[in-house]
């Protein structure tokens, strides 16, 4: 890794990480600081999780989204809801996964600003940059 992505203060920023129409139900991996996180949409919004499943680190954006708009892996099947929680191991059913804090999968903040995805690791030391050009004619977010 880079000195830019292991600084701790830049994790505390909105990053553009993908374009709006580019994100959709299916999981889609994005990089952010030397890392990635996994977004998906579902009738409740937007979600970013760190795209390693807990159990056995494989990307999340290779699974699927299921029924209930919670994220399979597709290694193991495990199942993770928009927060990050394991709500579901295979050998256990949904919603019955004992696994504790080792199930968990960082959850980032994410909102649609300009027709791009903006995804922030840590509690927000501001807001989203403020672009007074978009949405005019030509530019993204129009």
Not at 16 to 26: H, I, K, L, T
Not at 94 to 112: F, S
Request: charged share 20%; glycine share 14%.
């Amino acid at each position: 890794m880079t000195a830019f992505a292991d600084n701790p203060v830049l994790r505390h920023y909105w990053w553009a990480v993908a374009r709006s129409e580019d994100v959709g139900r299916a999981p889609v991996s994005a990089p952010i600081l030397g890392d990635a996180v996994v977004l998906w949409r579902t009738g409740e919004g937007l979600h970013a999780l760190r795209d390693r499943c807990a159990h056995r680190e494989a990307p999340l954006s290779r699974g699927r989204v299921t029924a209930e708009g919670c994220l399979q892996c597709a290694y193991h099947g495990w199942v993770y809801d928009g927060g990050g929680s394991c709500v579901g191991i295979p050998s256990q059913g949904l919603g019955r996964a004992k696994i504790g804090a080792k199930g968990h999968v960082p959850a980032a903040l994410v909102a649609e600003r300009y027709g791009l995805v903006w995804v922030c690791l840590d509690e927000p030391a501001a807001g989203i940059v403020d672009i007074p050009e978009a949405g005019r004619p030509g530019l993204p977010g129009d």
